[in-house]
């Protein structure tokens, strides 16, 4: 039964913690940019928020399937707003270094990691099956929406007050979002069978997600075009403040850029949350697609203006991408091996880190814009095969009502 009091608490909850997680890779990634000259630590940053994804999803998902998801994420916050504070009086008093910017940002990836695999199953649960497709869609739209606040929150404020009072304003809003929680009735979940609670090692768990596959080509489908976009797309974001440098951009404008494919993401979002559709999976793979194309403009962008809207293109493909893509997840897995399924697309998410490191190091030797180019047109043929395999096919089958 869908209960739209406890949807929207979650919803804001969540909004609240995207907003300072994005907040959270723009400042990283600024300061790195502002103090050296080396793309490659910006990339390392934004390794640092997506490696859990690769190395916890599993682990996650585990614990995201026994035990109470809202303590987990009220947990995890807790963890987190000491060292924010911490990093508001640091900088605030002028003693930021480079290496700060590393813990903080795997901090902060530790926490999406819950995010992913506990939140999502908690607003299917309260949103109900029947509009589970658009709940999640518009919780999309939220992460759009919030990776356009983080940005350009965090240009605004450094510009006009300084660090410390940005990385301040990333700490309060993680405190709203962890009231919220704390002061929300627990959902109820779907019952699961006993026998898949009696054995909680990671073995038969490791088991159990390996039979999920066999069992799900729509699954493996979706986890396939997953590590392609991961990979070769959204691999690029810490080079935003690197390519607003070499622009000639200010603080603001390099938050304006960062904003603008959050922006795009926002308005597909919309469009999508309206517009209900049955063919996930084809919103997803064509999505996709635009995101990549629009890619291939924004390292080809001669000024500000044109590198924003080759963002806003490339950001309304990454809409449909990401709307689809926990929907898809739950779709394809029974009802008490959902976390599980989220698990294993956290893990497929963990193909993001690894492709910062790779642009990374290419960029430090050919340049920023070069490696971006090449990284999209890569990533354009990756997708074009995955398309064309077997479990793609599973994957663009509509959706049953």
């Not at 309060?172 to 699961?192: C, E, N, Q, Y």
């Not at 559709?277 to 697609?289: A, C, I, K, L, T």
């Not at 997840?329 to 008490?336: D, G, V």
Request: include cysteine; proline fraction near 5%; hydrophobic fraction near 55%.
């Amino acid at each position: 039964m869908a209960d739209r009091r406890t949807f929207r608490a979650l919803f804001l909850s969540g909004w609240l913690w995207h907003t300072t997680r994005w907040g959270g890779l723009f400042l990283g990634s600024y300061v790195v940019s502002e103090l050296t000259d080396r793309p490659v630590l910006n990339q390392l940053v934004g390794a640092c928020v997506f490696a859990p994804m690769l190395l916890g999803g599993l682990g996650a998902g585990i614990l995201s399937d026994r035990f109470d998801r809202r303590r987990l994420l009220i947990a995890g916050q807790l963890v987190l707003l000491p060292l924010g504070v911490a990093l508001a009086v640091v900088a605030q008093s002028g003693g930021l270094q480079v290496w700060m910017m590393f813990p903080f940002t795997l901090a902060v990836g530790l926490g999406g990691v819950l995010n992913m695999t506990a939140l999502r199953p908690l607003m299917y649960d309260a949103a109900g099956p029947a509009r589970a497709a658009r709940a999640l869609t518009l919780d999309s739209v939220g992460v759009a929406s919030s990776s356009v606040a983080g940005a350009l929150m965090g240009g605004a404020i450094v510009d006009a007050v300084g660090l410390g009072a940005a990385f301040a304003a990333l700490t309060l809003l993680m405190l709203g979002s962890t009231l919220i929680l704390a002061r929300l009735r627990p959902v109820p979940a779907v019952p699961s069978a006993p026998q898949q609670h009696e054995d909680v090692r990671f073995e038969a768990y490791l088991r159990g997600c390996l039979q999920l596959l066999r069992q799900s080509p729509r699954l493996v489908g979706l986890l396939g075009i997953t590590v392609v976009v991961n990979l070769f797309y959204f691999s690029f974001l810490p080079l935003i403040p690197v390519v607003a440098k070499e622009l000639s951009a200010s603080a603001l404008l390099a938050g304006v850029m960062g904003s603008a494919a959050g922006c795009g993401q926002l308005a597909g979002g919309l469009v999508l949350a309206s517009r209900p559709s049955r063919r996930h999976g084809q919103v997803f793979v064509g999505g996709s697609g635009i995101a990549l194309v629009g890619l291939c403009l924004f390292a080809l962008a001669p000024a500000v203006g044109a590198a924003c809207l080759a963002l806003l293109l490339a950001g309304t493909g990454s809409a449909g991408f990401a709307a689809m893509q926990s929907l898809l997840a739950i779709e394809s897995a029974p009802e008490a091996e959902r976390g599980a399924a989220l698990g294993l697309l956290s893990t497929a998410i963990g193909a993001l880190p690894v492709g910062m490191v790779l642009l990374g190091v290419v960029s430090q030797l050919v340049g920023p814009r070069t490696t971006l180019l090449a990284s999209a047109c890569a990533g354009l043929c990756a997708l074009a095969g995955c398309a064309r395999l077997p479990s793609a096919a599973a994957l663009l089958q509509p959706a049953e009502r």
